[in-house]
């Protein structure tokens, strides 16, 4: 059974920092890209960042530039998202997701983590 199980999340002062993890099971970890989305109330769901299979390669959407990191550890299945420099605007639920770049049915999706910025 798959799963991805989200971690981290909830109520920070602007400027702060959260550390999101995601616990990955169920699945060949090593062979998925993995990536972070996150969806704000009344918006569609956006890409955050995403890190390829052997971490050779990270992109982050513009608006994080600089702020948050992805990271992942294929010993322990868990990809990690640091944010730093919270700001308002990143209140969001945030999403793991695990994407096979070969198979079709290869994209799998946690249940999410509320993070809230906010005084």
């Known amino acids: 059974q798959v799963q991805l199980v989200e971690s981290g999340g909830g109520l920070v002062q602007p400027g702060g920092s959260l550390r999101l993890s995601c616990a990955a099971s169920?699945?060949?970890?090593?062979?998925?890209?993995m990536r972070w989305f996150r969806q704000a109330p009344g918006k569609e769901r956006e890409l955050v960042a995403a890190?390829?299979?052997?971490?050779?390669?990270?992109n982050y959407a513009d608006f994080v530039k600089g702020r948050f990191t992805i990271s992942r550890d294929n010993a322990q299945n868990t990809v990690t998202l640091q944010m730093n420099s919270l700001k308002p605007e990143d209140t969001a639920v945030y999403f793991c997701?695990?994407?096979?770049?070969?198979?079709?049915?290869?994209?799998?999706w946690g249940q999410g983590t509320q993070v809230t910025v906010s005084l």
């Open positions: 169920g699945f060949t970890f090593s062979s998925y890209t």
């Open positions: 890190i390829s299979s052997t971490s050779h390669s990270t």
């Open positions: 997701n695990a994407v096979h770049q070969l198979i079709s049915t290869g994209n799998f």
